[in-house]
């Protein structure tokens, strides 16, 4: 019986790991995922999801996300955030991490 146990679990972290690792399909999904999620999956994953939600987000507050070193500052800000509430959405610590910054990013 232990070993049931034991084996379900594993099973279960492995099925957890494996839907981790892909990106939502649709906003109503990625708009929650937490940083903690975000974090176990790909590289790649993790960041077609950010720079998704980033523009969503962007759209919404009427600017555009720079290429430079604004880009930059705004990917350290949302690191920031995601490493002081790792349970937070995404998608909240990428908006106001916008919000914040918003009087220096061009307008739409």
Known sequence: MKSFILGGAAVLAI????????APLNFE????????????MTREARTALAV???NHAARY???VL???????ELALLVRGGCTLAPDAYLFTVIDRA???????????
Do not use: F, W
């Open 52 to 54: 998704s939600l980033a």
């Open 66 to 72: 720079p290429d430079d070193v604004r880009g930059g």
């Open 98 to 108: 916008i919000l914040a910054e918003k009087d220096k990013l061009p307008k739409r």
């Open 15 to 22: 099925a957890t790991n494996a839907q981790a690792q892909t």
């Open 29 to 40: 999904q990625a708009a929650y995922v937490t940083c903690r999620e975000a974090h176990a």
């Open 61 to 63: 507050r009427g600017v």
